[in-house]
């Protein structure tokens, strides 16, 4: 049997007992993590004069090569409008792609984002919403996201059966990696 999808992603020694073959990081892994790196120093102003402006860009540099941590800080700053004006759009569309990363924080804020829409969408996409938010936050609360827990627990007392029983199925296939067809609730 392969590894768990948290194991594939924080790495660790594989269900087998075998070490893991060392793995040697791409140059554009290498890259984006330096982006990324200077983004943060930039917003803190950490040795560097802070320009959020400046940390943006270099953000959505490691973002598009596939930094979660960069995707997920960019779409906080679209999302605050910190560095650029604010876009919600934006903000959803980075926020989203950390999420299905793996990124705990993000999968946290696209939960939240989905149970706010829930509470504001008529009944067909109230629930899509709420089995969406029961998804992200539960697997954020998986990888230990702490304030994630009290904000699954909320949305699942709003509810049906058939809803967290769909929203278990989606933590799964997401887990799993393998697609399978919705059940309609």
């Known amino acids: 049997m392969g590894k768990s999808f ?10 087998s007992g075998l070490k893991p073959e060392p793995v040697i990081p791409s140059a554009e892994t290498v890259e984006a993590d330096l982006q990324f790196q200077q983004g943060r120093r930039l917003f803190d102003g950490d040795g560097v004069p802070a320009s959020q402006v400046q940390a943006a860009e270099c953000y959505r540099k490691a973002a598009g090569q596939g930094h979660p941590a960069a995707q997920y800080n960019l779409g906080m700053m679209y999302g605050q409008g910190q560095g650029m004006p604010r876009d ?22 696209v ?67 393998v697609k399978k067809p919705a059940v309609s609730v």
């Open 6 to 15: 948290f194991g594939r992603l924080f790495g660790g020694v594989p269900e």
């Open 88 to 109: 919600e759009e934006c903000a959803g569309m980075w926020l989203g792609r950390a999420a299905a990363l793996g990124y705990p924080a993000a999968q946290y804020q």
């Open 111 to 177: 939960g939240v984002g989905h149970h706010r829409t829930s509470r504001r969408s008529d009944a067909a996409n109230a629930s899509e919403s709420r089995i969406e938010a029961f998804k992200w936050l539960k697997l954020a609360v998986e990888q230990g996201y702490k304030a994630a827990a009290s904000a699954w627990e909320f949305v699942v007392l709003g509810m049906t059966q058939a809803e967290v029983d769909e929203g278990r199925r989606r933590v799964s296939e997401f887990v799993s990696g």
